[in-house]
Nanobody, 114 residues
């Protein structure tokens, strides 16, 4: 089993920044499996945000966040990050961390509002 715990969400004004973290624990993560972020806005389905392969470290992003969001990871800390900048009200959502498209965290809420 892999346990994922997200943190770092909160209320931010449009144009602001936030950094989300996702700490993985449990069994050793497979270096070839991806980790990533999804989000779910109120009344909408879950949406892909971005992902990164643990070994190769080349992230890819949804068009809606490209150029504003950056995914990174700290292998030593088993931690995945999502740096979000130039936030917009439409970025308001619960953000979920996922590993191997199998293990999901419980999410952290990001609200972008003035």
């Amino acid at each position: 089993q892999v346990r994922l715990v997200e943190s770092g969400g909160g209320l931010v004004q449009p144009g602001g920044s936030l950094r989300l973290s996702c700490v993985a624990s449990g069994r050793t993560l497979n270096a070839n499996y991806g980790m990533g972020w999804f989000r779910q806005a109120p009344g909408k389905g879950r949406e892909f945000v971005g992902r990164i392969t643990w070994t190769y470290g080349a992230p890819n992003y949804a068009d809606s966040v490209k150029g504003r969001f950056t995914i990174s990871r700290d292998n030593a800390k088993n931690t995945l990050y999502l740096q979000m900048s130039s936030l917009k009200p439409e970025d308001t959502a619960i953000y979920y961390c996922v590993y191997d498209m199998t293990y999901w965290g419980k999410g952290t809420l990001v609200t972008v509002s003035s």
